[in-house]
């Protein structure tokens, strides 16, 4: 099991950047592809980005690609969102999550079901 706690959420007006921080506990965290969801009020939990173990072959959903980067230090065990060119369709709370399966070679998950753990989440608001 592994424990996550976001930080680095807040509200910034539409064009500005935050950069969201996940750190983990556990001894598993390095073994497994990180992830980072959002949700909007009165909308379901939507893929953002994943980075697998060996930080290697991100993937990104289409409408943050060229503006969010995810990157892990494995050794802070920390994994981070940089978000900029921020827009309000970007609003939301967005969690932290870990695959449930540990070393996955398979393509990059983005599914809600291929994550086991989840932090609590941290509210991003961006206004116009």
């Known amino acids: 099991q592994v424990q996550l706690q976001e930080s680095g959420g807040g509200l910034v007006q539409a064009g500005g950047s935050l950069r969201l921080s996940c750190a983990a506990s556990?001894?598993?965290?390095?073994?497994?592809?990180m992830g980072w969801f959002r949700q909007a009020p009165g909308k379901e939990r939507e893929f953002v980005a994943a980075i697998p173990w060996s930080g290697a072959r991100t993937a990104l959903v289409d409408s943050v690609k060229g503006r969010f980067t995810i990157s892990r230090d494995n050794a802070k065990n920390t994994v981070y969102l940089q978000m900029n060119s921020l827009r309000p369709e970007d609003t939301g709370i967005y969690y932290c999550?870990?695959?449930?399966?540990?070393?996955?070679?398979?393509?990059?998950?983005?599914?809600?079901?291929?994550?086991?753990?989840w932090g609590q989440g941290t509210q991003v608001t961006v206004f116009a």
């Open positions: 999550a870990a695959d449930k399966v540990p070393f996955r070679v398979a393509a990059v998950p983005t599914l809600p079901a291929d994550f086991g753990s």
């Open positions: 556990g001894r598993t965290y390095s073994s497994r592809t």
